[in-house]
């Protein structure tokens, strides 16, 4: 940031649509800049892109102008013309240039802009395009420094109950803050699901083979009938394999094996994969007559066949991922299914994320992630897949643990 020795920074005061209009800007002149400077037309693109803004708006052209203009005024904006050509107006934000803010320092801004209040992982995570931060702990030192600054750019926010972490919002104008009290707290709001990313996607996929290693053979033994007790589970599992009418069926996160038994026992030509060998390995020997490999969910392999699977299960596969990787994890499933083919998926919902040192008596080193049932279903829908349905129960006593479950089915289009 500026030099504290100039006196601290005018701060303009933005509303809410020209925040959205300042934080695309910034975003893409980092992450598209042969179009940068923007078109009113890409800008208006930026503005209203369902990913990766919170909450998504429905701007049109005329606002959009408005707001340039006074943008302009407040020496936020500038507009710039083609060097050849139609003399086509074009705009660029300047704001960095005025605050005097560092590369890191306009990350953790552009974010804030875009997404409202977020916690230091979530910051973390999705900064990576705009500036590579070495660890979470990196992230919240900059926030305190620039909380600190002669004209501060961001404010810490109270922890709410159930909350992990401190979230953050920029000062740059009113943030919408949701209070438990009015009843506006969410569930992605309420805890930091991010927070599992803190030192990477690589070391997090490292903890959960190592632990699923050591724990494969036990957790077999604890779990391998666990269906016999979970009637709709069963139910929704047969109409899986129902609905891939005998096509191949892909059980991704299958664990030692038991739901890719129960497709195979309702007709399914299944495959299970598993990110650990050792889960892998307890699948093989438990049921011989199965195929199962080591696979990744991000990266699932098409079947021996060729082509897309009928139908693919995640039965709580997603359970170790962070919030923002639903979407990315959701599109890539729905990406592997052939045309028409359908994804159904069970997972944890509420506003947690659990850290158990041991299972079963085994020391383990997990994170699990209650995903918030908004995200979920958002996650499937921008996947394009159609057809969504979904289905929320309770724990079952003395059958699984004391978590609310949710279940959703989609379809890919023909």
């Known amino acids: 940031m500026s030099d504290p020795s100039f006196g601290p920074v005018d701060l303009p005061e933005l509303n809410a649509v020209e925040q959205r209009i300042v934080g695309s800007l910034l975003e893409k002149e980092r992450t598209v800049p042969a179009s940068y400077p923007m078109t009113l037309n890409g800008l208006r693109t930026a503005c209203n892109q369902s990913s990766s803004r919170e909450p998504v708006m429905d701007l049109d052209e005329g606002t959009i102008v408005t707001a340039l203009d006074d943008l302009k005024i407040k020496g936020a904006t500038r507009m710039v013309y083609a060097s050849s050509g139609a003399r086509a107006v074009k705009y660029r934000q300047v704001l960095d240039e005025r605050l005097g803010i560092d590369d890191a320092e306009r990350a953790v801004l552009t974010v804030l802009l875009l997404r409202g209040p977020q916690a230091p992982g979530e910051l973390k995570t999705r900064t990576e395009r705009l500036h590579g931060f070495a660890d979470r ?36 104008g009113p943030v919408e803050i949701p209070s438990a009290e009015a009843g506006g707290v969410t569930a992605a709001s309420a805890v930091d699901r991010d927070a599992v990313l803190a030192d990477g996607a690589p070391a997090r996929d490292a903890r959960v083979v190592a632990s699923y290693d050591a724990l494969a053979t036990t957790y077999a033994d604890q779990l391998l009938d666990e269906l016999d007790g979970k009637p709709f589970d069963r139910w929704l599992l047969e109409r899986l394999a129902d609905l891939a009418d005998g096509g191949p069926v892909a059980d991704v996160g299958c664990g030692p094996g038991q739901v890719a038994f129960h497709l195979a026992a309702a007709g399914a030509d299944v495959t299970g994969f598993d990110l650990a060998p050792g889960m892998v390995d307890e699948a093989r020997r438990r049921f011989p007559e199965l195929s199962f490999a080591v696979a990744d969910l991000m990266a699932l392999p098409a079947p021996a066949s060729g082509g897309g699977w009928s139908a693919i299960a995640a039965w709580y596969s997603l359970v170790h991922l962070a919030g923002s990787e639903l979407r990315p994890a959701v599109a890539l499933l729905a990406g592997a299914l052939a045309p028409g083919g359908h994804l159904a998926v069970a997972v944890h919902v509420g506003d947690e994320v ?25 996650a499937f829908a921008t996947a394009g897949l159609v057809d969504i349905e979904w289905y929320h129960r309770g724990p079952l006593p003395g059958i699984d643990e004391e978590t609310e479950r949710l279940y959703v089915v989609a379809r890919r289009p023909a």
């Not at 750019?153 to 740059?172: A, K, M, N, T």
């Not at 659990?354 to 958002?378: K, M």
């Open 137 to 172: 702990e990196e992230v919240e030192r900059l926030l305190h420094a620039m909380a600190g600054a002669p004209e501060p750019l961001v404010r810490q926010l109270e922890r709410q109950p159930g909350q992990q972490d401190h979230r953050w919002i920029h000062l740059l």
């Open 354 to 378: 659990r850290r158990p040192e041991e299972l079963w008596g085994r020391s383990i080193d997990l994170a699990f992630v209650f995903h918030d049932r908004a995200q979920v279903l958002d």
